[in-house]
């Protein structure tokens, strides 16, 4: 039996029945396995290929069972998810091997019994691909299908910013995204790790929209990347690096970072302000504040404080005190699915419709620790206006002591970068 097999069908299986989170998931076995580079790549393209396509897989394994899918047992599903995925969409596993592994796999995983209903399902499949082509048509739910989208969002998208824009979002979503770095300026310089970076084999090259930004290529494992591991370098999307440097904050001056962790954008706004002043760093986890002050220490960062403390009770806490505040809302993350192979299908529009108000109080809330004169901006992952422009005009409706200075959007599919929202703001 193929232990790289066997490792990815239990993360697909956690994910699916116990919502873990594919990435974190996929990080702890990666290292419990002593697996090869070839190895850990094949396991991360099963995990989160079979994860993205999601609802779209189980709409093709549905058309080769004698029974309801919610039916089939959870563990025996996964068998198939896998199995499925390496038939359909992994042209170089041959459909013999695809087959036969997850057959000997279903013994291992799900007992004995399961792998003449696995054998026959994935053999149907192979006889008869054509049966589970998937509709051509521009409506959303054929849209959904081939493209792994649920159709909610696929409307959503569409009613926004229309049919062409639409596909081209949920064709970006579907890419691989490339390791993005944020050199760190307070112990080295762009142009030294780009140059360690390609003398070393890699492929690097600067982001043209960041100027601490590098887009790296064909990296191996993270625990092991030697820039990282010194503090050299932040893992962050280059798109949002804009929100500190559209902060623009200054060495000496008492900065918040509202919903601070996992801590790229705080030791962002830290570096940007040579490590002198002081940035008050909240969140309201304490395990998410232990991994702010792990990157602060690795990144030599020393001006940071971890703050235990709900973003809305900010004002209470620093009234009228601070000279830059960001506000990095939390949202739907709509601008990031092609990181985050399970997002799409973990979101509801419920979800989405209540966001908004949250978002409205945390920018109400840190509005209050704010001096006359000082700057706030306000940043989100997503594209949706609700989440985007409505809050921030909403609030300057009801705020008229605040003044919109700047506000973009970062389209995925325009930028080749994260979708991404940023509004800059004043208070007079």
Known sequence: MDKVRLAATQIIYDVAANGAWSNVALAQKLRQEK?????????????????????????KIAKYLNRPLAKVDAKILAVLRAGMYQIFFLDRVPNSAAVNESVELSKKFCGLGASKFVNGVLRSAVRDPFKSDFPTGDDTESLALRTFHPTWLVKLFAEEFGLDATKQILAFDNTDPPLCLRVNALKTTREKILDALNNSGLQAEPSTLAPEGIICRGHGTLDKFQP???GLCQVQDESSMTAARLLNPKAGEFVIDTCAAPGGKTTHLAELMNNRGRIAAADIYDTKLEHIKLNAQRLGIKIIEPLLLDARDLGKKFPAQADKVLVDAPCSGLGVLRRKADLRWKKTPDELKALPALQTEILNGAAQTLKRGGALVYSTCTITRRENQA???NFLATHADFKLVEMKTLLPHVTNTDGFFAALLIRQ
């Open 35 to 59: 697996f090869s580079d070839l190895d850990r790549k094949f396991c991360t393209e099963l995990v989160y290929g079979t994860i993205k396509a999601g609802a779209s897989l189980d709409w």
């Open 228 to 230: 990282l591991r010194a």
């Open 391 to 393: 809050v921030v005009e």
